[in-house]
């Protein structure tokens, strides 16, 4: 009977927790012509599994504490019987407090993603070694980029640890024979990107993204006014980021408009007007966004 109960227990608890991501994946080879589809099929089914069941961190996460993300692969090429080459999008998203609301976090095109891959393989990551089929090596970076900026959206550069995991891989990465890592490659690279969320020169972005959540979207059922009034405070503070960096060459600045442009252009269009200054704030964003001026017009 005593048995019974600490079964009964843990049965319990491993319905009360889970793993941290609930990921959807799909493979698209539509590109790829006269290729058999089962290989594609097995590798998404088998990255959807290794995503959703390996162990990404120390902590445990409720069921409803899983952060959604989507993995898209667009095959572009296939060379040989197991080399392609393709485009890789990753989105994540977080709940909104007292909202059946989702807010974007993360919407990343990695166009420079080629790999090795044998139908029904295991899939092994090692954060401290690089693979050499460099399949697993991008998807954890990213999914490290996804814990990171979930948990910047919660606690003040609460994903430090998260970017510092990405950062290493990258650095594990780098000498390999794959493109795409090396920080020689610019600031779009994994390495250049991840060096440039650590640096401390971006420090109010990183900021920027806690009390644009935290302060704004969370408190956006209980007071619309002060929600849009946070929000646009801390999307102010880019003025003073805008003096001291090259927001042209910025990579994590237009991942955060990737991600936010729709949001923040439908939150200021209409509804209660915050008492912030909406000119100066449509104005900075123009100048330090140009490329998202149809979002902006939104803005009123």
């Known amino acids: 009977m005593r048995n019974f109960f600490i079964i009964t227990a843990l049965i319990l608890c491993a319905q009360n927790f889970a793993q941290e991501l609930m990921a959807e994946v799909r493979v698209d080879y539509t590109q790829v012509q006269g ?40 095959i572009r090429e296939k060379i040989g019987s197991n080399q392609y080459q393709a485009n890789l999008l990753v989105q994540s998203r977080r709940p909104v407090f007292n909202t059946n609301y989702y807010s974007p976090v993360l919407n990343i095109n990695d166009s420079d993603f ?55 891989i990258a650095g594990n990465s780098e000498s390999s024979r794959y493109s795409g890592w090396s920080s020689m490659s610019g600031p779009r690279s994994r390495s250049g990107l991840v060096n440039d969320i650590l640096n401390p020169k971006n420090k109010v972005l990183r ?53 936010k442009k729709s949001e923040i252009g439908q939150v200021y269009s209409g509804g209660i007007k915050p008492s912030i200054q909406i000119t100066k704030l449509k104005d900075l964003l123009n100048t330090i966004s140009p490329g998202n001026k149809s979002n902006w017009s939104q803005i009123q």
């Open 35 to 74: 290729s058999s589809t089962t290989a594609y099929q097995a590798l998404e089914k088998s990255l959807k599994d290794f995503i959703n069941t390996t162990k990404w961190t120390d902590k445990n996460y409720k069921i409803q504490e899983r952060i959604e993300c989507n993995f898209t692969i667009i």
């Open 114 to 168: 080629s790999f090795e891959y044998t139908e029904f393989e295991q899939l092994i990551f090692n954060p401290r070694r690089f693979s050499d089929k460099n399949l697993t090596d991008v998807i954890g970076y990213y999914i490290y980029l996804i814990l990171g900026y979930d948990a910047d959206t919660f606690a003040r550069e609460g994903g430090t640890t998260y970017f510092q995991t990405a950062q290493n």
């Open 207 to 259: 900021q920027l993204y806690y009390t644009y959540h935290r302060t704004g979207m969370d408190m956006m059922a209980k007071s619309e006014l002060n929600a849009k009034n946070a929000m646009g405070n801390a999307l102010l503070t880019l003025e003073n980021f805008q003096k001291s960096n090259n927001y042209a060459q910025n990579y994590p600045l237009d991942i955060f408009f990737q991600a």
